[in-house]
T-cell receptor, first 114, second 114 residues
């Protein structure tokens, strides 16, 4: 079955440490997205990518970085500059530009501070 | 600016009660509209969609009609079950100049009690 795989499901970060969240999709989608969800709140866009080797900042990109070297993969790095990283992180993919189609989501990674 | 507004939760209903979750939007152009559902600890799943005015999306007993005149996409179900307890997100997608922009509402938490 096609879908989006996020790993790990739970992740802990120490002070001053960078951590990387994995997102892989086999839906052959051009576009991929990272969202942050805080308790009781909606989704906020961190970064998105419409095509390989290109990505754009979303609404809350500070303290995060991404890469898009392969169509299937869009890893997110939470850097030490992100002072409040505890949240639920969701990766999504979609057919891409001008599709007006819904995004498909992974099951999320819950990041906590040690 | 463009936005999605949902009724505030949490909503608590008894089993077999009628459900309505209101969603209104502000957007330029003609967006596609979606409802997503999020069960505890999981990612978002697409529940239903509508891509043009007067379209009715339906799935698993849930329905929503795209009302352009009132810019609304209210979610309804005639008889809720305990298994419908989740957070429901209204979302819209439309074309920006070079990408598909997605905006999610803040989510409405639903609890169904036996």
């Amino acid at each position: 079955d096609g879908g989006i795989t996020q790993s790990p499901k739970y992740l802990f970060r120490k002070e001053g440490q960078n951590v990387t969240l994995s997102c892989e999709q086999n839906l052959n989608h051009d576009a991929m997205y990272w969202y942050r969800q805080d308790p009781g709140q909606g989704l906020r866009l961190i970064y998105y990518s419409q095509i390989v080797n290109d990505f754009q900042k979303g609404d809350i990109a500070e303290g995060y970085s991404v890469s898009r070297e392969k169509k299937e993969s869009f890893p997110l790095t939470v850097t030490s500059a992100q002072k409040n990283p505890t949240a639920f992180y969701l990766c999504a993919s979609g057919p891409g530009v001008y599709s007006n189609q819904p995004q498909h989501f992974g099951d999320g990674t819950r990041l906590s501070i040690l | 600016g463009d936005s999605v507004t949902q009724m505030e939760g949490p909503v608590t209903l008894s089993e077999e009660a009628f459900l309505t979750i209101n969603c209104t939007y502000t957007a330029t152009g003609y967006p596609s509209l979606f409802w997503y559902v999020q069960y505890p600890g999981e990612g978002l799943q697409l529940l239903l969609k509508a891509t043009k005015a007067d379209d009715k999306g339906s799935n698993k007993g849930f329905e929503a009609t795209y009302r352009k005149e009132t810019t609304s996409f209210h979610l309804e179900k005639g008889s809720v079950q305990v298994s419908d307890s989740a957070v429901y997100f209204c979302a819209l997608v439309w074309r920006e100049t070079s990408y598909d922009k997605v905006i999610f509402g803040p989510g409405t938490s639903l609890s169904v009690i036996p």
